[in-house]
């Protein structure tokens, strides 16, 4: 097939969509179409969003508050690499020592919030299928993403075009996509691969439990950047890394009377805040 | 409260292998619940002095060049085996390069999960009631912005001289502290930077003994 004339490119570039019918397509249209499975009461007509990002890549989503964003390690080598931001003022934003400091835990799992910088819980972990455990967590909010210098000493390549892509170029891209830059990127959250710390504050790589699941309420609109990269302290000396499967469907966020409103008053001074402020702002609306 | 008195030989605060060979070039003892910043000559050493004891100094560092490139907790603790800081803990930007170096530390152990007290998430952790009270984010922001830093450039900070224990489970928080008057820490600038600190305000936990109390800074060259 020539591309020496505009008419030969047209057809040729109109080519490949067929041509890669075969493949698993990344992002599905309409989201309707997706066959995996669901939690109960939710079907694939609900949905808003499906995705698979390769390993190696990365995605970036506007949800309104209230939106559910499930994420799903498929073969057991995935890690998702997450950034959140409040999406009308994205200057507030992920804060993961307020995440851990005020939640008095730093091992995230289902029931923990994720909290900005301005007290307000931007989302809410509402499932965890992973296989938790004090000795073994499966997610961090400590050792944050990977960088180019790092990736390059330890795999000898960080580029986003390479075979062992960096956390924090993959996060500059998607945030780019936003308007943002790299001094709007702070520390991340991983999920997928956890680490250990002992008593004397030594870190151990604890790494995956397997296929497995997690899920996002939207207490806010949000920015969600999402990268699928190995976790920076991973030993193993190959990259590893594997595809996501992201799926969104709406939903309403916490209120009173929903179980995870009251069950610490942290969390519900941080409900009460964000609920007061898509009042205010109209993000209810 | 036991104060230094600010007249005290700088050289006899600053830990010995600080103060060997070393001249001072700025010294100045930071008020209970204020900010302070400064831009460190590469090379120069900066010292904070716990002079009442169990002070929390909420720290953030900057190349003073490209302040694009300021501290990252998680890049500073891959390059280390251990969620504290230390004498040779290397403080790391976002691009994992070498910021400051710890060179002396007589405390023992500095936190780096904590974060800043802010009023906002003063309300999450103590009540509503807390919101007017003055935070360390407050004094980031004010010094900062007389560098042209503002809410995009604050990220987990250090807290110096504060004890945040991560329990095997992972339960973590801010307990009694194990600093005490005149103890000290030194940090070794590895390129040009700007340090902005917060003399931390907080009164609702023991990160200052539920009494703020001033720090002094000591910057020296050798
Ligand atoms: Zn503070």
Redesign the pocket.
């Known amino acids: 097939m020539t591309t020496a004339t505009t008419a030969g490119a047209k057809a040729h570039a109109r080519e490949q969509e067929r041509a890669a019918a075969a493949e698993l397509p990344r992002v599905l249209h309409p989201a309707s179409a997706y066959a995996g499975d669901l939690p109960p009461g939710v079907s694939a007509g609900d949905l808003v969003w499906a995705e698979t990002v390769p390993p190696g890549g990365y995605t970036s989503l506007v949800v309104a508050a209230g939106t559910r964003l499930r994420v799903r390690d498929t073969t057991g080598n995935g890690c998702a690499h997450l950034l959140v931001f409040h999406a009308d003022q994205p200057t507030e934003r992920l804060n993961v020592a307020d995440t851990v400091k005020v939640q008095w835990q730093a091992f995230l799992t289902a029931g923990h919030l994720l909290l900005s910088d301005q007290g307000r819980a931007l989302a809410t972990i509402v499932e965890d299928t992973a296989d938790n455990s004090a000795a073994a967590p499966r997610h961090d909010a400590l050792f944050g993403t990977s960088t180019l210098a790092r990736n390059v000493e330890r795999y000898g390549s960080g580029d986003v075009f390479g075979p062992s892509p960096a956390g924090r170029e993959l996060f500059a891209l998607a945030a780019a996509k936003h308007g943002l830059t790299r001094r709007d990127l702070p520390p991340s959250v991983t999920f997928f691969e956890g680490v250990s710390v002992s008593d004397a504050g030594r870190p151990a790589f604890v790494g995956s439990s397997g296929p497995a699941s997690i899920t996002l309420a939207a207490e806010l609109p949000l920015i969600v950047l999402l990268a699928s990269t190995a976790h920076p302290l991973d030993p193993r000396p190959e990259f590893t890394a594997g595809p996501l499967d992201v799926v969104a469907w709406p939903g309403a966020p916490t209120a009173p009377g929903d179980p995870a409103w009251g069950a610490t008053p942290e969390g519900r001074r941080a409900y009460e805040n964000s609920t007061a402020h898509r009042r205010t702002s109209g993000a209810d609306r | 409260m036991t104060v230094a008195p600010a007249t005290a030989d700088p050289l006899a605060i600053v830990p010995p292998e600080v103060a060997a060979d070393a001249v001072v070039i700025h010294d100045e003892t930071v008020a209970a619940r204020n900010p302070w910043t400064r831009v460190i000559a590469a090379g120069d050493t900066l010292t904070m002095v716990d002079v009442g004891g169990n002070q929390?100094v909420?720290f953030l560092v900057y190349d003073a060049h490209d302040t694009e490139l300021r501290y990252s907790a998680p890049d500073t603790l891959q390059g280390q085996d251990t969620i504290y800081l230390t004498t040779g803990s290397v403080l790391r930007d976002a691009e994992h390069g070498p910021l400051m170096t710890v060179v002396a530390d007589t405390c023992g152990r500095h936190d780096t999960l904590g974060g800043?007290?802010s009023k906002e998430s003063n309300t999450l952790r103590y009540g509503h009631h807390t919101r007017a009270q003055h935070?360390?984010v407050e004094n980031f922001l004010l010094g900062g912005s007389r560098h042209g830093l503002g809410k995009r450039d604050l990220v987990s900070n250090i807290n110096w001289f504060m004890n945040v224990p991560v329990d095997p489970d992972g339960a973590l928080g801010i307990v009694d502290g194990i600093s005490a008057p005149g103890l000290a820490v030194s940090v070794r600038a590895e390129r040009d930077v700007l340090v902005l600190i917060?003399n931390?305000?907080?009164i609702n936990n023991p990160?200052n003994g539920f009494d703020p109390t001033p720090v002094r800074v000591i910057v020296t060259r050798a």
């Open positions: 929390a909420d800043a007290c935070a360390c917060s931390c305000p907080q990160c």
